[in-house]
């Protein structure tokens, strides 16, 4: 097998090809480096530096590396930016998802694993989301992720590939400083932002109906979801796969962001007290994966708790942003 890994530069997709690698799988990398960094990737990986919407340029490096299996993690991925940008998110998450899936099946290549996201489910009013839980969008980008999930089970029914799609929950931490997030869209590191300028955190409501007030979120060690891939992966090279299987990639335990901030300032040592502020529209209460269909069907189970996550988040921090 040799695995074309999208975005693979990125904060996840180098977890994804250190943990592939790590397992015994060639893999090589295809990733405009728009987000992404290419330090991260382990020496040995082959990197194309291109884009998912350049068709010839995936045909050749299909043909040229015999790829056998895709993992699609290049996207853009920012909520805000995707309700400015709307047409560009289509274009970049859903048209370059289309190129590849038509390079793929030109090519013949069986397998296929896409980045989802808990994005496609909105806020739906459950203790625990199940992969039947409806989906209903609530910005451009969960829509994408929708419409990518859609088109990846019709192209794989159409072309006979197996596809598997990953909805990830909330993603944090690090398996080593250098593969941290450098970005500052979630949680954890807009945290360690605000600590970082001296300022203290921020809590966006504190009256939701949650037992302390804020609002409650399915967090998952970047390392775990790297071995959710290699689960997926591996599924599909059994000589039997087929068909499709979409599902939720969370450890089932619901985390508070007050829980959250807690943990951040033992670890970090700055305990200074959050401030309250208004909520952000569009903010669930409560978005808890169930994580049983993984356990079934994946034979993957979440093994690395908050304190990993946030631990090895902050050693990411220190490393990039000098702490
Ligand atoms: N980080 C999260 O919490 C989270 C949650 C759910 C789903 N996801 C999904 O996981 C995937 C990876 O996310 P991430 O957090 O690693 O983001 P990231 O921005 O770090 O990684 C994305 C990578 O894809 C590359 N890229 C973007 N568009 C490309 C294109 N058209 N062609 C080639 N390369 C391209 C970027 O350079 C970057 O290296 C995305 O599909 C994202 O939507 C992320």
């Known amino acids: 097998m040799t695995w074309l890994i999208t975005g693979g530069a990125g904060y996840i997709g180098a977890h994804v090809a ?3 690698t ?3 799988e060639r893999v090589l990398v295809l990733d405009d480096l728009s987000a992404g960094h290419p330090a991260r990737l382990p020496s040995g990986i082959p990197l194309v530096e291109g884009s998912s919407l350049d068709g010839d340029l995936l045909k050749r490096v299909l043909a040229e590396h015999a790829v056998t299996g895709v993992v699609h993690l290049a996207a ?3 909520v805000g930016e ?3 940008q709307p047409t560009r998110y289509y274009r970049e998450n859903v048209g370059g998802l289309t190129t590849l899936l038509e390079t793929v099946a030109e ?6 694993v896409f980045s989802s996201s808990a994005a496609v489910y909105g806020n739906p009013d459950v203790d625990l989301i199940t992969e039947d839980t409806g989906c209903a969008p609530v910005n451009p980008y969960g829509e994408t992720k929708l419409a990518g999930e859609w088109l990846v089970r019709a192209a794989g029914r159409a072309h006979g590939i197996a596809t598997v799609c990953l ?3 909330n993603v944090a931490g690090a398996a080593a400083p250098e593969l941290a997030d450098t970005g500052v869209f979630n949680i954890v590191p807009m945290v360690f932002d605000r600590l970082t300028r001296d300022e203290a955190p921020r809590i966006f409501g504190d009256d939701y109906p949650t037992p302390d007030g804020t609002c409650i979120r399915d967090y998952i060690h970047v390392a ?4 959710a891939h290699l689960a997926a992966a591996r599924r599909l090279t059994a000589a039997d796969a087929s068909g499709d299987l979409t599902v939720n990639i969370g450890r089932g335990e619901g985390v508070s962001v007050r829980e959250l901030i807690t943990v951040i300032g033992e670890i970090t040592g700055d305990r200074r007290p959050a401030v309250v502020e208004a909520r952000r529209p569009g903010d669930a209460p409560r978005a808890v994966a169930s994580a049983a269909l993984a356990a079934e069907e994946l034979g993957w189970t979440a093994r690395r708790g908050v304190r990993e996550m946030v631990e090895s988040a902050w050693q990411g921090w220190l490393l990039h942003h000098g702490g």
């Open 18 to 20: 250190r943990a592939m």
């Open 22 to 24: 790590d397992a015994g």
């Open 76 to 78: 853009r991925k920012q």
């Open 167 to 169: 909805r990830y929950f």
């Open 224 to 227: 775990d979801l790297a071995e």
């Open 107 to 112: 090519a013949g290549i069986k397998r296929f």
């Open 82 to 84: 995707s309700v400015a």
